[in-house]
Every structure is written in structure tokens, then in C-alpha cells.
């Protein structure tokens, strides 16, 4: 107790727990995704009370909260962790691509872009340069957006389709994108195996406040945990 918690003899950190609960304040019971802002969580979160019926550990916190976590899951989980697995000896990035240390800078093309030649390299060299590119202009429908993705590289299909519509009404599935509340930072594509290379956002302009995107330049936290914190980078 206190700052590990011991199951059958394996140490696990609190904070570990306390991070991975099963209950419906920790996981979506209609979308199984996590609820759980893991950096809200205070570094010196304690596990204050713990109770073990054989299938379920109820877990009490310094913070007042309470988690639940199927014992099973957790023995398979921490019975048997994964050895890491080989990766390069260096970060390698594509030649001319620079990571962000600010917001990076603002450049709007035309939607027209896309049917010249010309004016589309230039969009694309933008693109694989800071990482992300902004087309004004567009049409809001599927077409469009075929159009547009096929000019980069081969639509990608997802059980959701090559192009789908999201809002916080009329769905026939479950996702916290299709909710009204805010999504943290994510990697985009958790249902695929592999995520994709580029993600297309096609929105109407509000005139409004709220619904802000979030970029964040991956390999620039991978070069500043590098940089702050080599232990935790390697």
C-alpha cells in the first residue's frame, strides 16, 4: 500500500493503477475508451485502501477517488510484460522537415490548389515540411475530400469508410468524437494497426468559440524528453 500496490507478489506503481482502472469514471462502458487524464493524476498519488474478493481489486485514493480492475486482466497484464522491442539507434527524419519549438507558422492555400500541378507541390512541400497544411475553399462533401486525399497518397479504409461525418448527433456508433465534450491529445487511427501518414479534417466555419484542434508535433516531445529526461527517452 502507500505508493505500490503488491498483487500475488508482483510490486506495481499506484499511480499505475490508479491510471488503469475498469470502472465507468475510468472507462466508457458504451465505448470502452479511457477517461482518465493519466497527467492530472498527482505524482504523489497513495493507494489509501484496498480490497481483493478473488475476482476484483477495489482500490480507495489519497484523492478520494475509488477504481475497480478485474484481477485477471491485471495478472496477465503484469504477469507477463512484453520485452521491448528492437528500434533504431537514432531518430531519423525526412530531409527539410522542422520540428516545431513554437506554434508553427500559418500558411492557407486554395482548394483549387489541387488541380495545379504547380501550386499543389508547393502545398505538399509545406506539408512535409512543417506537417500540416490549411485548404480554404472546399466544397463540404465526400467527393471533395476523395479528391484531395487521393493527391497525397491512397485513402485509407477503416470500419467507419474512407470518409465519414462526425457530430454529436444522429450516429449509429460509439465514440467520444461523436460526444460533446473535449478529447484530450491522441494518436489519430486507434483502430488500425497501422496509423495513417495524414489525417484530413474537412470542417465548416463557425462563427463561435470553443471546438479548437490541438496539434502536437510528436517527434518534437521525442527530441525534448531526449533532450530533459535521457532515462525516460531511452
Given at each position: 500500500?502507500?505508493?505500490?500496490?503488491?498483487?500475488?507478489?508482483?510490486?506495481?506503481?499506484?499511480?499505475?493503477?490508479r491510471?488503469?482502472?475498469?470502472?465507468?469514471?475510468?472507462?466508457?462502458?458504451?465505448?470502452?475508451?479511457?477517461?482518465?487524464?493519466?497527467?492530472?493524476?498527482?505524482?504523489?498519488?497513495?493507494?489509501?485502501?484496498?480490497?481483493?474478493?478473488?475476482?476484483?481489486?477495489?482500490?480507495?485514493?489519497?484523492?478520494?477517488a475509488?477504481?475497480?480492475?478485474?484481477?485477471?486482466?491485471?495478472l496477465?497484464?503484469?504477469?507477463?510484460p512484453?520485452?521491448?522491442?528492437?528500434?533504431?539507434?537514432?531518430?531519423?527524419?525526412?530531409?527539410?522537415?522542422?520540428?516545431?519549438?513554437?506554434?508553427?507558422?500559418?500558411e492557407?492555400?486554395?482548394?483549387?490548389?489541387?488541380?495545379?500541378?504547380?501550386?499543389?507541390?508547393?502545398?505538399?512541400?509545406?506539408?512535409r515540411?512543417?506537417?500540416?497544411?490549411?485548404?480554404?475553399?472546399?466544397?463540404?462533401?465526400?467527393?471533395?475530400?476523395?479528391?484531395?486525399?487521393?493527391?497525397?497518397?491512397?485513402?485509407?479504409?477503416?470500419?467507419?469508410?474512407?470518409?465519414?461525418?462526425?457530430?454529436?448527433?444522429?450516429?449509429?456508433?460509439?465514440?467520444?468524437?461523436?460526444?460533446?465534450?473535449?478529447?484530450?491529445?491522441?494518436?489519430?487511427?486507434?483502430?488500425?494497426?497501422e496509423?495513417?501518414?495524414?489525417?484530413?479534417?474537412?470542417?465548416?466555419?463557425?462563427?463561435?468559440?470553443?471546438?479548437?484542434?490541438?496539434?502536437?508535433?510528436?517527434?518534437?516531445?521525442?527530441?525534448?524528453?531526449?533532450a530533459?529526461?535521457?532515462?525516460?527517452?531511452?
Open positions: 500500500m502507500g505508493a505500490t500496490v503488491t498483487l500475488d507478489g508482483i510490486q506495481v506503481s499506484a499511480r499505475w493503477f491510471d488503469h482502472g475498469d470502472d465507468p469514471a475510468s472507462v466508457n462502458p458504451d465505448t470502452m475508451q479511457r477517461e482518465v487524464d493519466t497527467f492530472a493524476i498527482p505524482r504523489d498519488m497513495l493507494a489509501s485502501s484496498l480490497e481483493d474478493d478473488g475476482l476484483t481489486l477495489t482500490i480507495g485514493w489519497s484523492d478520494g475509488t477504481t475497480t480492475h478485474d484481477r485477471a486482466a491485471l496477465a497484464l503484469v504477469g507477463a512484453r520485452e521491448p522491442g528492437p528500434r533504431a539507434e537514432s531518430l531519423t527524419l525526412d530531409p527539410g522537415a522542422e520540428l516545431w519549438a513554437t506554434q508553427p507558422e500559418i492557407t492555400f486554395a482548394a483549387s490548389v489541387v488541380d495545379d500541378d504547380d501550386a499543389w507541390t508547393g502545398a505538399l512541400a509545406h506539408l515540411r512543417v506537417g500540416w497544411v490549411r485548404f480554404e475553399g472546399a466544397t463540404l462533401s465526400d467527393a471533395p475530400v476523395r479528391r484531395l486525399a487521393g493527391r497525397i497518397g491512397g485513402p485509407r479504409t477503416t470500419l467507419f469508410g474512407d470518409v465519414w461525418r462526425i457530430a454529436s448527433r444522429d450516429v449509429d456508433h460509439q465514440d467520444s468524437a461523436y460526444a460533446p465534450v473535449p478529447l484530450d491529445v491522441h494518436t489519430g487511427g486507434p483502430y488500425l494497426n496509423c495513417p501518414g495524414t489525417i484530413i479534417f474537412a470542417q465548416q466555419e463557425k462563427d463561435g468559440a470553443g471546438g479548437n484542434s490541438v496539434l502536437v508535433d510528436g517527434f518534437a516531445v521525442a527530441r525534448d524528453l531526449a530533459s529526461e535521457p532515462g525516460a527517452a531511452e
